[in-house]
């Protein structure tokens, strides 16, 4: 669509929110840095107004903080950050499942399967923009479908906090995994097993999270740092 379709309904307050969320999400803003009101007048060419309308949220959301007398920084995740947000996503998501397969409709399981065939291409920035914002809906998608606000509202809080860390430092020859992840998840929704969705979202999960993990293993990286390298 209408991507752009949508976005032009959206206040300016709104837009500028949805860039920087998705700027912090890939790490374009890194974790820590710091920067004032004057460095985000100067990027998006905005009033404080708006500008401070999308802070606001941000904060709300969890993913910038108030640094005094110096502006604002991103959040930096932690180990603990990271295995917390892991578990509520099982916990969430996984209910979610289980709430929306007896709610599944065909429709539904065809915007999945769409949702799911986004590339990823490595070093692409509007790759992983476009990756990213898929795999998130995707996974509002259950949650919506699971007709509960809540979980939706949880939903969509956790990823904008973890997806900084899903897909940080992929090589090339790691690209191909993420292209299948959900197929267990669509399966068992489109046969309304509620049961069999909630652990297929689970495994789901718990693969990410191993992935994370042994990326920065690889890497010989301290799992203390959990930064979204550019």
């Known amino acids: 669509m209408n991507e752009s379709r949508a ?9 500028v929110y949805e860039d920087l969320r998705v700027a912090i999400t890939l790490g374009e ?3 820590g840095q710091v920067f004032n009101e004057a460095d985000l007048i100067a990027r998006y060419k905005v009033s404080t107004s708006p500008l401070r309308e999308a ?7 969890g993913l910038v903080k108030v640094i005094p007398r110096r502006g604002y920084a991103v959040v930096e995740l932690t180990l603990r950050d990271f295995h917390e947000l892991v578990q509520m996503r099982m916990i969430t998501e ?5 709430l929306a397969a007896p ?10 399967r769409r949702l799911s065939s986004a590339s990823l291409v490595v070093g692409d920035a509007q790759s992983y923009r476009n990756f990213m914002r898929a795999n998130q809906a995707f996974h509002e998608l259950i949650s919506a479908v699971a007709d509960n606000t809540r979980l939706l509202r949880a939903t969509t809080q956790t990823f904008d906090e973890i997806q900084r860390v899903l897909f940080a430092g992929l090589g090339e020859n790691e690209v191909d995994d993420l292209r299948h992840d959900h197929d267990d998840i669509i399966a068992a929704l489109a046969r309304r097993d509620g049961p069999a969705a909630r652990r297929a979202v689970i495994e789901h999960i718990k693969l990410s999270r191993d992935r994370v993990v042994q990326r920065m293993l690889r890497r010989d990286r301290p799992l203390e740092d959990l930064r979204l390298m550019p």
């Not at 976005?7 to 837009?15: I, M, W």
Request: no cysteine; glycine share 6%.
């Open 7 to 15: 976005e032009a309904k959206l206040s300016l307050g709104e837009r």
């Open 29 to 31: 803003i890194p974790q």
């Open 55 to 61: 802070l606001t949220r941000l904060r709300q959301d």
């Open 94 to 98: 996984g209910a979610a499942a289980e």
């Open 103 to 112: 709610r599944i409709t065909d429709q539904h399981v065809t915007e999945m």
